[in-house]
């Protein structure tokens, strides 16, 4: 069965779900994206990745152009209509159909597109293993000049890390800002534990508020694992009892080894693995 793709307000089939080569989501990556779940039927934080949407669309003063509400709805629907119980969307919005100029208040309306499909980001037996990653000698963004709070389409930076990770033969690179503290990885967050606490690098580091990211530091509270917001560096990465990474794909998985040296024991330490139990539960509400 094809895929139904949903496209300002109209689900059609994948073959006819087209963008304009004038679309300014192609000519320049003008717009912005979230990536989420599905579980059991439920889309998962729903509301948080919608919020997360409008405001960086609003931080690059692009119009969506819908309500919220309606926004849900037609999340709501493709899901249904392409009968995902455990999948992911990924939810599009273009500055729309422009000229080949930068400007783009030349654009006529946004573009809407939501695709909800089936994903595996990494095979099932990594989460038990363990990911190898590398250090990326791709810079983030500096947050001066794109807040990384800004889920954009315009994704070299990160793409130009991941390619870093992939001539190694590893599926994930750390990347790191201008100061030389690191910001996140390719695709997800990054997280360090050191003498039972747990680390992670604050958003002015380079680093997005990711949604998983959110709710993985509120379970170690819950569960008494003292969490802690700071810079963090390669030493700090390379001395760490425990890495691992969080993501809407990923969600949580442990890193074993990076830039050639053993993480801890070289598997997912205790603390990973009780986070990542407990992100499970959450995410299925069990």
């Excluded at 809407?112 to 595996?120: L, P, T, Y």
Aim: hydrophobic share 40%.
């Amino acid at each position: 069965m094809p895929l139904k793709i949903w496209m300002n307000g109209v689900l059609v089939d994948e073959s006819q779900a087209k963008v304009s080569v004038f679309d300014h989501g192609l000519l320049y990556g003008d717009g912005v994206f979230e990536g989420i779940r599905v579980y059991a039927g439920r889309v998962f934080e729903l509301a948080a990745h919608l919020k997360r949407l409008y405001e960086s669309a609003r931080a690059i003063r692009l119009d969506i152009g819908m309500r919220l509400e309606d926004l849900t709805r037609a999340v709501e629907e493709t899901v249904a209509a392409n009968g995902i119980s455990e999948g992911y969307i990924r939810l599009i919005v273009t500055r729309g159909v422009g000229t080949l100029g930068l400007n783009p208040f030349n654009c006529r309306n946004a573009q809407i597109i939501i695709i909800a499909d089936q994903i595996q980001l990494y095979p099932k037996e990594l989460y038990e293993t363990g990911i190898k990653v590398v250090s990326a000698s791709t810079l983030r963004n500096h947050p001066m000049s794109l807040s990384p709070q800004v889920k954009s389409l315009n994704y070299l930076n990160n793409i130009l890390a991941k390619i870093e990770a992939l001539d190694n033969n590893v599926p994930e690179a750390i990347m790191y800002n201008h100061e030389g503290f690191v910001a996140e990885a390719s695709g997800d967050n990054v997280f360090v534990i050191r003498h039972g606490t747990v680390l992670t690098p604050p958003p002015q580091a380079g680093s997005l508020e990711g949604i998983t990211r959110d709710i993985v530091m509120t379970l170690a509270t819950k569960l008494q694992i003292p969490v802690v917001e700071e810079n963090l560096t390669r030493f700090d990465l390379y001395v760490a009892d425990e890495i691992f990474l969080t993501g809407t794909a990923a969600e949580v998985i442990g890193v074993v080894n990076i830039d050639g040296r053993m993480v801890g024991d070289g598997r997912p330490g205790p603390i990973t693995q009780k986070l990542r139990e407990a992100f499970y539960r959450y995410a299925r509400g069990s």
